[in-house]
């Protein structure tokens, strides 16, 4: 009797649909277009400067890398936007987690309506958000200028050189302590309620309740806030591009890191080292928001 041959299944390349391809083609596409292609032309532009005599660009290499690392100017708006993301947003998150805590607490009456009124700035344009506080600011005219008069003196001068920054946080400050409540507040409402039963059957007071369940439930809600912000405070520009109209004489046009690359592009047409100021703040931006990430990440675990 002749043995029965085993046929077994040939081992090879599994068969991939293209449907999946087909779904997410517009997606690569837009991607590509409107993320990658806009970096690696700015990259490009980096590796070249433009000659003031002779015109037309020569190839330099890491040469715009190297002139970004010795600007003055890029180091003085950089140390700006890092005081102000120590000092702000600190205090930002934690206006943001009281106003959360306070709204979940039960405690509160009309806590839908706080919410609401607390988010609502941040529904404001950002533009319109700086225009408005930029009249209350103005020294000849608005709050600012009411007050003086009512105390007849110049105490309140919210755009000056020493008061600016402050300024500045403020308005940030007014404009997102709604979005990260937002946030801190989703995140309260998935505690499972079985925690809170069992603090309380432990005795514990609402103090001990929110250091025990609530702050720890936030861990990962309070990272994702902290890194947005830091993006946020690197990418500062808006605020003080506008405010700039207000008091020349106090915003430079290398006020902030943004505000100095997009001057050299639009106002000097020095594009190659605007795209390098650009990309190195970029590039210092996602290595702290790198580290904030993977330091979170580990104190949760």
Do not use: C
Not at 38 to 62: C, D, H, K, M, N
Not at 179 to 192: G, W
């Amino acid at each position: 009797m002749a043995d029965s041959v085993v046929l077994r299944p040939r081992r090879g390349r599994p068969h991939r649909d293209a449907k999946g391809w087909i779904f997410v083609g517009p997606f690569l596409a837009v991607f590509a277009l409107t993320f990658l292609a806009p970096i690696g032309y700015a990259i490009y532009l980096s590796l070249f400067r433009e000659q003031a005599f002779f015109g037309g660009t020569t190839f330099v290499g890491l040469g715009n890398y190297a002139d970004v690392l010795r600007d003055a100017k890029f180091w003085e708006s950089f140390g700006r936007v890092g005081l102000f993301l120590v000092v702000q947003v600190p205090v930002m998150l934690v206006l943001a987690l009281l106003a959360a805590l306070a709204i979940d607490s039960a405690r509160l009456h009309a806590a839908g309506f706080f919410r609401i009124v607390i988010f609502l700035p941040y529904a404001v344009p950002g533009v319109v958000a700086v225009l408005l506080w930029g009249y209350l600011y103005g020294t000849n005219f608005g709050l600012a200028a009411d007050l003086n008069d009512l105390l007849g003196s110049t105490v309140i001068q919210p755009l000056s050189r020493s008061w600016m920054l402050p300024s500045i946080a403020n308005i940030v400050t007014w404009e997102f302590v709604g979005y990260n409540m937002l946030i801190f507040y989703s995140a309260l409402r998935t505690v499972p309620e079985e925690l809170y039963e069992a603090a309380a059957i432990d005795g514990a007071s609402p103090v001990r309740t929110v250091l025990a369940v609530k702050l720890p439930a936030l861990r990962g809600a309070i990272v994702i806030a902290t890194i947005f912000s830091i993006i946020g405070s690197f990418q500062l520009f808006n605020e003080p591009n506008i405010l700039r109209t207000l008091a020349p004489n106090v915003i430079t046009t290398y006020f902030t890191p943004n505000m100095y690359a997009y001057n050299l592009s639009f106002a000097g047409q020095q594009f190659n080292y605007s795209a390098t100021v650009a990309l190195v703040m970029g590039v210092i931006t996602a290595v702290i928001a790198y580290v904030v990430q993977l330091r979170g990440s580990r104190e949760a675990l």
